[in-house]
């Protein structure tokens, strides 16, 4: 069965309004989770590191403003997308480290994704 | 910085013709490679992995042999069903993991007909 579940799986909103996206880990805690975008006929883009209990790590270019993400437990991380605009419209997908001991070499685990569409 | 590249697609084939999907890979040090699986519909599945210099990968069939000298990790397949339809990433996680964080290849799309 799924390990990683999101939540919703695709959402149609109006520009100017904000989505919330849930990642929830099934299977194990998890105290990192990472977030990618994915844009049609494109690569996964990593968009922050989740950590939690603490802020979120965003890689370059990505606005922290705009893609607010909270780990507030060890089985869920949510990605919210504010004043969202067509051009955020994409897919976003959640995976989940499993745990590696020191190495942290545990496999990581995705999401189903969420597509997101913006008016 | 590292990066992953793979062969364009969409690449199509007929039923138990032989696969290749060709990804290469700039990183420094010994990066740790993964074959990535994307059913559609479904979130990523791992396929294999390999995470030092000359090991194989291998499941499902599928295969790729991790080649420090020409930095590549090709997927091969010998005989291909249309189950096997699907988007495949290339990708690395690079020295000491760096959090965890995979860098992924553009993805290949395969369609299989009967």
């Known amino acids: 069965g799924a390990v990683v579940s999101q939540h919703p799986s695709w959402v149609i909103c109006k520009s100017g309004t904000s989505v919330k996206i849930e990642c929830r880990s099934l299977?194990?805690?998890?105290?990192?989770m990472f977030w990618y975008r994915q844009f049609p006929k494109q690569s996964l883009m990593l968009m922050a590191t989740s950590n939690e209990g603490s802020k979120a790590t965003y890689e370059q270019g990505v606005e922290k403003d705009k893609f607010l993400i909270n780990h507030a437990s060890l089985t869920l991380s949510t990605l919210t997308v504010t004043s969202a605009h067509p051009e955020d419209s994409s897919f976003y997908i959640c995976?989940?480290?499993?745990?590696?001991?020191?190495?942290?070499?545990?496999?990581?685990?995705f999401g189903e994704g969420s597509r997101l569409t913006v008016l | 910085g590292n990066s992953v590249t793979q062969m364009e697609g969409p690449v199509t084939l007929s039923e138990e013709a032989f696969l290749t999907i060709n990804c290469t890979y700039t990183?420094?040090?010994?990066?740790?490679l993964f074959w990535y699986v994307q059913y559609p519909g479904e979130g990523l599945q791992l396929l294999l992995k390999a995470t030092k210099a000359d090991d194989k990968g291998s499941n499902k069939g599928f295969e790729a042999t991790y080649r420090k000298e020409t930095t590549s990790f090709h997927l091969e397949k010998g005989s291909v069903q249309v189950s096997d339809s699907a988007v495949y990433f290339c990708a690395l996680r690079g020295l000491y993991n760096q959090g965890g964080k995979l860098i992924f290849g553009q993805g290949t799309e395969l369609s299989v007909k009967p």
């Open positions: 995976s989940v480290r499993s745990w590696g001991g020191v190495t942290n070499t545990g496999e990581l685990f």
């Open positions: 990183a420094t040090g010994y990066p740790s």
């Open positions: 299977d194990f805690q998890a105290t990192t």
